[in-house]
Structures are given as structure tokens and as C-alpha cells.
């Protein structure tokens, strides 16, 4: 199945993705709307993506009230975890339950999310400079980048109590990039994951 990873050290802060994605999605250039983030820190100089990882037990799905989140796939098979706007009553729940701050609610709006572009990232086709991309994963290596968001979701909930979802966002996109590494990494290289 195929899964949408981050290469942090390659993004350059340009916001291609956050405009490809915002205009897809609802047809203007406004990057507040985009499903994708871009966090960054002017004063250290990093930049990097922040968006959902599609999680196996996504807790944005567990606390939804009224069951608008659900897990689904894409007509050629990806795993999405999608938001249905029909059903959304737009509590915010699921803002504050995501532990990577990817999900957002928009003035008198309801929860938007990623959903792969329904098997085509708009962002990936965007993205000159690689940081992001759709590949194929094998049973295995996708068996071990879910044990690897599980643990990193594990050690955020400890913090959701104290950090609001923005901040979140911030602090452990660089930690969910690692949860998927760019082509020719090992799989085997997520700090503090089992």
C-alpha cells in the first residue's frame, strides 16, 4: 500500500504543497485551508511538513461524537482515515485529540483533513524539491511504520494536556518525518520507537 512520507531535510519552506493543496481542495490559494502545514523556526532555520499520518487507531475517530470519522481507502487501495463533512458537527473534538495537530476547523466550517487527494497528493506533485512523496510500502515495512506512529502517538498524548494543537504541530512533525524515511533509508531508524 502506498503511503505519503516526509524527507525533512529536503523541504525548503517554499509552500508549494500548501497552495497545490488549498487550491484542489477548495479552488482558491488560501493556505490557512490547506490540509498540509508547513512549521518552521525563522531563528533555527528548519522548515518541515506537517500532515496526517493516516493512523491504524486513529484517536481523532475515537472521540468523534457523532461518528464522522471514519477509516476508508482510496479507489486504488491506500488507507486514509477520511472526515464526512455530512455528519461533522463541527465540535472540534478531533482537533484537540490528534496528537500531530493535523487536523483543523475552519470559521463556522467543519473538520478538514488530508485524504491523499483520493490516491493522488496533490502536494507530492507539486513538491520540486522532494521532501515529499507517494510510495509503495510492503506488508512489512508498513507493519513497522504502524508500530512507529503507535509509539510516537503514545509519547504525544502524554503532552496533549499541555500543548494546544498549533504547538503540537510544531513539535513532532520533525518526529513524525522519521516515521517513514525517504527512499534508500532503513526503516529501522525512528529514535525512541520500538
Known amino acids: 500500500m502506498r503511503v505519503l512520507i516526509i524527507d525533512s531535510?529536503?523541504?525548503t519552506g517554499c509552500r508549494m504543497c500548501e497552495l497545490a493543496c488549498s487550491s484542489f481542495k477548495e479552488g482558491e490559494f488560501i493556505p490557512e485551508r490547506s490540509r498540509i502545514?508547513?512549521?518552521?523556526?525563522?531563528?533555527?532555520?528548519?522548515?518541515?511538513?506537517?500532515?496526517?499520518?493516516?493512523?491504524e487507531d486513529p484517536m481523532c475517530m475515537a472521540v468523534c461524537p457523532v461518528q464522522a470519522i471514519s477509516k476508508t481507502?482510496?479507489?486504488?487501495g491506500d488507507r486514509i482515515v477520511e472526515v464526512n463533512t455530512e455528519k461533522c458537527i463541527a465540535c472540534g473534538r478531533c482537533v484537540v485529540a490528534c496528537p500531530f495537530g493535523a487536523i483543523a476547523l475552519f470559521h463556522k466550517s467543519k473538520a478538514i483533513k488530508c485524504d491523499l487527494c483520493g490516491g493522488s497528493p496533490r502536494c507530492v506533485?507539486?513538491?520540486?524539491y522532494g521532501c515529499l512523496q507517494f510510495v509503495e510500502l510492503t506488508e512489512t515495512e508498513y507493519a513497522k511504520r504502524t508500530r512507529k506512529i503507535t509509539a510516537l502517538t503514545r509519547r504525544a498524548c502524554k503532552e496533549?494536556?499541555?500543548?494546544?494543537?498549533?504547538?503540537?504541530?510544531a513539535v513532532f512533525s520533525l518526529e513524525a518525518s522519521r516515521v517513514?524515511?525517504?527512499?534508500?533509508?532503513?526503516?529501522?531508524?525512528?529514535?525512541?520507537?520500538?
Open 9 to 11: 531535510e529536503k523541504c
Open 37 to 55: 502545514r508547513i512549521v518552521a523556526d525563522a531563528l533555527e532555520g528548519w522548515s518541515r511538513p506537517a500532515v496526517c499520518l493516516q493512523c
Open 73 to 76: 481507502e482510496t479507489p486504488q
Open 125 to 128: 506533485e507539486f513538491c520540486f
Open 160 to 169: 496533549i494536556g499541555t500543548e494546544e494543537p498549533l504547538r503540537r504541530r
Open 180 to 194: 517513514t524515511p525517504g527512499p534508500g533509508v532503513s526503516l529501522d531508524t525512528g529514535e525512541g520507537c520500538p
